[in-house]
Every structure is written in structure tokens, then in C-alpha cells.
């Protein structure tokens, strides 16, 4: 365990507080994968963990969690809790509890059900390390009752199938498998920030097969298609796949330049310069032109933008003696054009030499 994670966890102790890491860091501390969220439960009450930790800046809910960053971790301190009812995926009553008995039993999947003490030593309530061992991923209790509390779970099981290689247990697969219509509650944003863990993983082809295999692409009212290509990236995938999802400002710029690739067919000086090395990478990937030969077309571009011309507007004027008008952005347009397909050299004699020969 960090250092400062440690010294945290005695913080509490010194003060007569139990506290321990549990959840998604202490799994990827028993399967020997760096973790930078740290999750903390303890029996201090939220006022009580500002003061022990002299917390200046944080974020906190109405659950009995605080949120903040020191350095690259992202802390997530709550206190031990007994969730009573739930309504629309939130705990809508909740009390304060003592011990980690009842908090566990509030936890989604036994893998992420382990609890770690000050000492490194692990309590595991819910026999998560054997289904750890045997890669399984298994609901803490009745899963109809957590899926139903908060069907987001049920993306959550497809993720850890996906980034951890597990397999679903049999009645977790079953059930999910006979209630789909579950996550057709989810919000939009919700739904897409599962999926953008799913398809930025390595295995994403897996886990958008299990999606399948399941039935909950219909859904999502997600149309996957039978010949759907790996891409490093989320949003090569999202290309492919149609979908009702929100996307950012940026993500639709991104999914419109691949578009544009993708009919111009081909990846070249004009579509590196227009659209970007990151949109030519996916697109490439999907017109299977080979990734190292986009790197190096893109680094040997003679100009990135129009600045990098070696002759502006005003030069042209003066060069041409005319007035400013759209005959500058069409000349401009020509040397940028001559420039990227090597048939004119980024330099203004020559460039200047090239104006009065051709615009006079």
C-alpha cells in the first residue's frame, strides 16, 4: 500500500475510527495492477473526516462520501452505511452504521467486495478472493434486488468482463440475460460512460460480443454491425455502431472528420493537413492502412497549418499590387494545395516566383 494511503487510514485509527481501503483498488492490489482511485470506508462521519484529514477543497454528496485529488490519486472517503430503499439508481434513505458487515452487503460484485486494512491484511466478508482467483465476476446478494436498485450494475458486470477477462457467473448471466429491459432505464449519459470504458479497452471486441450475445444491444438501442472493426480508440468504435447517444461538441468534430476520410477513401498529405493525425489514425484503422505509415506521412508534412506558409496575405498584396479580397484566400488556397503535394517549395522566393508566374 502507498505511503500516503496508509498514513491516511491511521489518521482515522489514531482517532478511535476504523477505516479501511475497499473496492476497485484493493482488486487491482490482489491482481498486481497499478490503481490510482482509492475508495476509503470508515465509521467517522463525513463532518468528522474533513477534520481528520483537514480537508480544505472537496467535492461531497448527501451519501456520506467526499471526493478530492492528491496527486495522482483520486480519493473516495464513505462512511460505513446500511442503504434502506433506493429510487432512480440512488439511496433515498440510508443510515450510519458501525462495521463493515452491513456495509458490504450495500457493494456491488464480491471481487470488488474486499476489504484492506492498515496493514495490507485482507477481510473478505464475501468469499471475493476465491471468486477473484477463479476470475468470476458474482453479485453481493440477491441479484435481482441489486440489479433492480440500480440496473447500472448490469453495465458494470459487462465492463469488469471486459477489462478484467472474468467470466459472468451462471445466475448473474442468466438473470441478466431474462431482464435486459433493465438498462433501457439508464440515462443516456450514464449508458455512454460505461460504454467508453468498454470500448477503450484492449478486449472491447469481447465485451461488445457479450453485449450482443446478450441481448442488451436492443436495448441500449445500439445497432452493431456483423463486420465491426477493432480500433484503439472509443470513438472508432462509436463510428461504426449506431446509436442515440449524446456526444460531445468534440467527439461529433472527431466522428465527422473520419466520416470525411472514410469517403475520400484514402489517407494522404490533404486529409493529414485537413482533418489531423488523430482522425486519420482511426480512419486508417478502418480502411486498414498501416498505423506507422500514417505516423510518418504525417511527420514529414511540409506545413501543418496555413501559418507555417512562408508568405501571407499582405505579402500577396503587395507582390500582386491589387486590393484584398477573396482572390487572396483563392491564391493561398492554391500555393497551400501545391505545398502539401510537394509540387511547390515552402519558401517565399520561391513561392513569390510562383505567384507572378501564375496570377498575374
Known amino acids: ?85 433506493y429510487e432512480s439508481r440512488k439511496p433515498t434513505e440510508f443510515e450510519y452504521i458501525d462495521n463493515i458487515e452491513e ?13 484492506m486494512d492498515e496493514d495490507d491484511n485482507i477481510i473478505d466478508l464475501v468469499d471475493g478472493q476465491s471468486d477473484l482467483n477463479n476470475k468470476i465476476i458474482k453479485m453481493v446478494g440477491d441479484i435481482d434486488t441489486k440489479c433492480k436498485e440500480d440496473p447500472l450494475r448490469i453495465l458494470r458486470a459487462i465492463r469488469f468482463y471486459t477489462i478484467l477477462g472474468f467470466k459472468l457467473e451462471d445466475n448473474l448471466y442468466n438473470y441478466i440475460k431474462n431482464n435486459t429491459y433493465l438498462v433501457s432505464t439508464l440515462s443516456n449519459e450514464r449508458i455512454k460512460e460505461e460504454l467508453d470504458l468498454i470500448f477503450e479497452d484492449d478486449n472491447k471486441l469481447e465485451g461488445i460480443k457479450l453485449i450482443q450475445e446478450l441481448g442488451l444491444d436492443k436495448e441500449l438501442e445500439i445497432d452493431i454491425p456483423n463486420d465491426l472493426k477493432y480500433t484503439s480508440s472509443a470513438i472508432g468504435m462509436y463510428y461504426q455502431i449506431k446509436t442515440n447517444l449524446n456526444f460531445t461538441k468534440n467527439e461529433k468534430d472527431i466522428l465527422e472528420r473520419i466520416d470525411k476520410i472514410i469517403k475520400y477513401g484514402i489517407i494522404d498529405n490533404i486529409t493529414l493537413y485537413q482533418y489531423g493525425l488523430y482522425a486519420c489514425s482511426i480512419a486508417g484503422e478502418l480502411l486498414n492502412v498501416d498505423q506507422s505509415a500514417i505516423s510518418t506521412e504525417y511527420k514529414e508534412l511540409p506545413i501543418y497549418n496555413r501559418s507555417d506558409i512562408d508568405i501571407s496575405g499582405n505579402d500577396i498584396i503587395d507582390i500582386l499590387n491589387i486590393e484584398p479580397g477573396e482572390k487572396i484566400e483563392e491564391i493561398l488556397s492554391d500555393i497551400e494545395i501545391n505545398i502539401l503535394y510537394n509540387k511547390l517549395d515552402n519558401n517565399k522566393e520561391i513561392i513569390t516566383d510562383y505567384i507572378n508566374k501564375n496570377w498575374r
Do not use: C, Q, W
Open 103 to 115: 456495509d458490504v452487503i450495500r457493494r456491488d460484485f464480491t471481487i470488488n467486495s474486499l476489504y
Open 1 to 85: 500500500m502507498n505511503k500516503n494511503i496508509k498514513d491516511k487510514l491511521n489518521k482515522f485509527i489514531k482517532k478511535g475510527y476504523k477505516a479501511y481501503i475497499v473496492g476497485g483498488y484493493v482488486r487491482d492490489h490482489l491482481l498486481g495492477k497499478e490503481s490510482f482511485d482509492v475508495d476509503i470506508a470508515t465509521s467517522a462521519l463525513p463532518k468528522e473526516v474533513i477534520e481528520i484529514l483537514g480537508l480544505d477543497t472537496f467535492t461531497n454528496d448527501s451519501y456520506g462520501s467526499l471526493y478530492f485529488e492528491e496527486g495522482k490519486y483520486n480519493f473516495d472517503i464513505t462512511t460505513f452505511r446500511k442503504e434502506l430503499s
